[in-house]
C-alpha cells in the first residue's frame, strides 16, 4: 500500500543485524567468557584467548574474498548463510568439550564473521540512501557501538543467573532472532531509483572495481590513515584498564572510563551522522581524529579520575567516526560497483592494525616500563593518521569516473 517505510525498514533490520553481529556478540562478549570458559576445562588464559586471535586473523583474511562475493551475488544470498553458520557456532560453543573444538569454532565465526557485520549491511544501507547515506549508515554502526555497552553486562548477568553453557545458546538465540529473521524478512539491495526515493539510481553497478580502486592515490591515502588510527587506538583501548590501575586508580573508576568510552563512541557515530551529508567528509574525519589524538596524549600521564574521564570521552568521539565515515569515503570515492570488495580490503587493513596495537603496546611497557613513551609515540601515529586524511579531495568524483587527487595534494 505504502512503499516509503521500505528504506526505514531496511535500516531497521540491519540496526538490529549488526548489534548481534560478530563485533557485539564475540568480541564483546569474549572478556566476560573467557574466565568461566577455562575455568571450566582448566585452560589457561593464553589457551583460551587463543580463540579470539584465530578469530580475528580469519576475519582480517576473509573480508576481501566475502567482499568480492557479496558484489558478484549481491548482499542478501552471502549475508543469510553467513548469519545462519553464526549462530549455530555460537550455539556450538555452548556445547564443547575440547580446545580444538573451540579453536574450530571460533575459526568459522571469524570466516563468517564480517557476513554478519559491516561489509554486507553497509553495502545494503548504501544502495537505499543516497542524500542522506551519511545519517543511515551512522545509525547502523550506532548498532554496533549499542552493542559494545549492552553486550558485557547482558552476558555477565546470564551466566550469573544460567551458566556460561546456557549463556551461549541465549546469545544464539539472540542472533537469529534479531539478525537471522529480519534479514530475511527486510534486507536486500534496493531496486532501481523510483520517483520519490532516496535510492541512487542504478545502485549496484557504477563505479571502480577493486583493481582500478587500487590504482588510485584516494584508496592508498584512507588505507594509510585508517591503519595508523586502528593501530593507535585498539593499542590504547586494549590497555586502558591495566594503564590506569598502573597509576592508582581504582578498578571501579577504571572501569567506568572504559564505559565512559564506549557511552562518546556511540555518541560520536550519531555526530558523524548527521554532519557527514552537510559538510565534507575528509575534514570533519581529520577533525575527529585530531581530537582522539588529543584524548590519547591526555591518557598517557592521566593519574587522576577527572583526566581519565576527560581522555576516554575525547578518544571515545573520535572513535565513533572511524566506522560511519570508511564505507561512506569508499562509496562516495568508489562507488558501489565493488564497494564490498574495496571495503573488505580496508577492513583487513584495518583489522591487522587493531591486532598490532595492542602487542606494540605490551612492548612498549615491557621495553619502557611505562606507558608514557608507547602511549605518546600512538598519539602521534593517530595524528599522522589525520593529517593522512586532509590530504583526501573535498568533492567526490562521479561513481563512472576516477577518484584522483587535486594537484594541491
Given at each position: 500500500?505504502n ?19 560478530f ?42 574474498f ?5 558484489d ?33 569454532l ?17 553495502r545494503?544501507?548504501s544502495s ?43 546469545l ?12 530475511i ?68 573508576t ?39 589524538a588529543?584524548?590519547?596524549a ?55 592494525a587493531?591486532?598490532?596495537?595492542p ?39 562521479s ?11
Amino acid at each position: 500500500m505504502n512503499r516509503a517505510p521500505r528504506p526505514a525498514l531496511v535500516l531497521g533490520a540491519s540496526v538490529f543485524g549488526i548489534f548481534v553481529g560478530f563485533g557485539s556478540l564475540v568480541i564483546f562478549s569474549f572478556g566476560v567468557f573467557l574466565k568461566p570458559v577455562s575455568a571450566a576445562f582448566g585452560w589457561s588464559r593464553t589457551q583460551a584467548s587463543l580463540g579470539f586471535t584465530l578469530a580475528a586473523l580469519t576475519v582480517a583474511a576473509a573480508s576481501p574474498f566475502l567482499g568480492r562475493l557479496v558484489d558478484r551475488i549481491g548482499p542478501r544470498r552471502v549475508m543469510l548463510p553467513c548469519v545462519a553458520i553464526y549462530a549455530v557456532a555460537l550455539a556450538g560453543l555452548a556445547l564443547v568439550h575440547s580446545l580444538a573444538a573451540y579453536y574450530a569454532l571460533y575459526v568459522a565465526l571469524g570466516l563468517v564473521g564480517n557476513g554478519t557485520a559491516h561489509l554486507c549491511y553497509a553495502r545494503v544501507v548504501s544502495s537505499w540512501f543516497d542524500r542522506r547515506r551519511g545519517a543511515a549508515l551512522a545509525a547502523v554502526m550506532a548498532g554496533a557501538a549499542a552493542g559494545a555497552i549492552l553486550i558485557p553486562p547482558l552476558a555477565t548477568s546470564l551466566i550469573s543467573h544460567y551458566g556460561w553453557r546456557s549463556a551461549y545458546l541465549l546469545l544464539a538465540a539472540m542472533a537469529v532472532t534479531l539478525g537471522l529473521i529480519p534479514a530475511i524478512l527486510f534486507v536486500h539491495d534496493a531496486p532501481t531509483r523510483r520517483q520519490g526515493s532516496d535510492a541512487p539510481a542504478r545502485p549496484h553497478h557504477t563505479g571502480h572495481t577493486g583493481l582500478s580502486a587500487a590504482r588510485t592515490p584516494v584508496l592508498w591515502l584512507l588505507l594509510a590513515g585508517f591503519f595508523l588510527f586502528s593501530l593507535s587506538v585498539n593499542g590504547c583501548v586494549a590497555h586502558l584498564i591495566p594503564m590506569l590501575t598502573d597509576r592508582s586508580i581504582t578498578a571501579d573508576t577504571a572501569a567506568l572510563a572504559a564505559s565512559l568510552l564506549g557511552i562518546f563512541t556511540l555518541a560520536g557515530r550519531l555526530l558523524t551522522g548527521a554532519m557527514l551529508d552537510r559538510v565534507p567528509a575528509p575534514p570533519l574525519t581529520t577533525a575527529f581524529f585530531t581530537i582522539a589524538a588529543i584524548g590519547v596524549a591526555i591518557l598517557s600521564s592521566a593519574h587522576t579520575p577527572n583526566t581519565a574521564f576527560l581522555a576516554a570521552a575525547l578518544t571515545g568521539l573520535g572513535m565513533g567516526a572511524e566506522a560511519g565515515v570508511l564505507p561512506y569515503l569508499i562509496s562516495r570515492y568508489f562507488g558501489l560497483r565493488s564497494f564490498t570488495e574495496i571495503y573488505g580490503y580496508a577492513f583487513t587493513s584495518y583489522a591487522i592494525a587493531g591486532a598490532l596495537g595492542p602487542l606494540l603496546m605490551g612492548w612498549g611497557y615491557d621495553q619502557w616500563h611505562s606507558y608514557l613513551i608507547p602511549t605518546r609515540i600512538l598519539a602521534a601515529a593517530m595524528l599522522s593518521g589525520a593529517l593522512i586524511l586532509a590530504l583526501l579531495p573535498r568533492n567526490h568524483p562521479s561513481p563512472s569516473e576516477p577518484a584522483t587527487l587535486p594537484l594541491a595534494a
